[in-house]
């Protein structure tokens, strides 16, 4: 690996590599002219493998397999998408020690401090969220591959991402339902009083810095924040959507986090966890390790990708009656 930026060539496998934030970092490698592997199941068909990207299909959760397909390979750099667990980290370091000259580590920025005692958050900013249990395994994992690294030397880089989107996932609480709600002229649930600050990146944008930190001996040891720079209260986002589906002035409605989560327990954690609190990130460290990356497409403009999308796949077009009848209590409140 060079201390400077990389070159082509570089042997990379993406472990995923077909999820919102990976699928874009899988196209940026490969058209840098990097020799990509994807290593997945091979399930998801909402977004393929490019051409000339070698896909071997095997389940990470099976060691036995994972040895089988990629038999006395080594690879140049691992960017694991898929470990959420301190036990699947472990078991990561124990199939990847030695085979790899960089391991990196797909975190998550839920994972800083919650609340967040001041702003903005970099990466000495504290790993504590009390509220989300997603979040307390991420700091594990962490803890995991920080250890392999303090005694062992494994090359591992953590990136902590927040909130990336790609066109086909919508931010808003409620999905889909709640552009049908937007269109149809009825209360749209927006957590709390909507002046919280909240960072939306694309995932184009991410993959600049993800893949810009391949190769890089001096990120070895290190952790980064790759998050865009433009901060958005959440009625703004709403409003974004909003203006992307032709609804000029939807009908906001300010609920609660707590309520929310009282109503719906499976959205609290994230809510409370993540969504309800402002953050801002400071990029500082990124653009320093990687010049070229800089956020450059807005959410106005991420939201049209969004709507256009969806009109061109009626399938995600899903109204779901539980959120509908759910948006009507909390409406009502």
Request: glycine letters at 8%; a neutral charge; one cysteine or more.
């Amino acid at each position: 690996m060079s201390a400077s930026k990389p070159g082509t060539g570089l042997r990379v496998l993406f472990v995923g590599g077909s999820g919102v934030i990976s699928a874009a970092s899988v196209a940026r490698a490969a058209a840098l002219g990097f020799n990509v592997t994807v290593l997945n199941r091979g399930v998801s068909a909402e977004r393929t493998v490019p051409n000339g990207v070698e896909h071997l299909m095997a389940d990470v959760r099976d060691p036995a397999a994972v040895r089988h397909v990629l038999g006395t390979r080594t690879f140049d750099v691992v960017a694991d998408f898929v470990t959420f667990t301190a036990g699947q980290a472990a078991a990561a370091v124990e199939l990847f020690g030695g085979k790899c000259g960089q391991y990196i580590f797909i975190s998550s920025a839920s994972a800083y401090q919650k609340p967040p005692a001041r702003l903005p958050i970099t990466e000495s900013t504290p790993l504590r969220n009390p509220f989300w249990q997603y979040s307390r395994d991420k700091i594990a994992c962490e803890d995991v591959f920080t250890a392999a690294y303090r005694q062992d030397g494994f090359p591992v880089t953590v990136v902590r991402p927040s909130h990336t989107y790609d066109p086909t996932r919508l931010p808003l609480l409620f999905g889909w339902t709640d552009v049908h709600r937007m269109r149809a002229g009825l209360p749209v649930v927006v957590h709390g009083d909507g002046t919280s600050l909240w960072t939306l990146t694309h995932t184009a944008d991410f993959a600049v810095g993800f893949v810009g930190l391949f190769g890089l001996n001096a990120a070895v040891g290190e952790g980064f924040t790759i998050t865009s720079d433009e901060v958005l209260p959440w009625d703004a986002v709403y409003r974004a959507v909003a203006a992307a589906a032709d609804v000029p002035d939807p009908a906001l409605v300010h609920v609660s986090s707590d309520t929310i989560a009282a109503l719906a327990p499976e959205l609290g954690a994230g809510l409370l966890g993540d969504k309800s609190h402002s953050v801002i990130f400071d990029n500082s460290k990124i653009k320093r390790f990687v010049p070229d990356f800089g956020a450059r497409i807005p959410y106005s403009a991420g939201a049209r990708q969004i709507m256009a999308w969806h009109i061109d796949h009626p399938e995600a077009r899903v109204v779901n009656p539980e959120y509908m009848a759910l948006s009507d209590r909390l409406a009502a409140r």
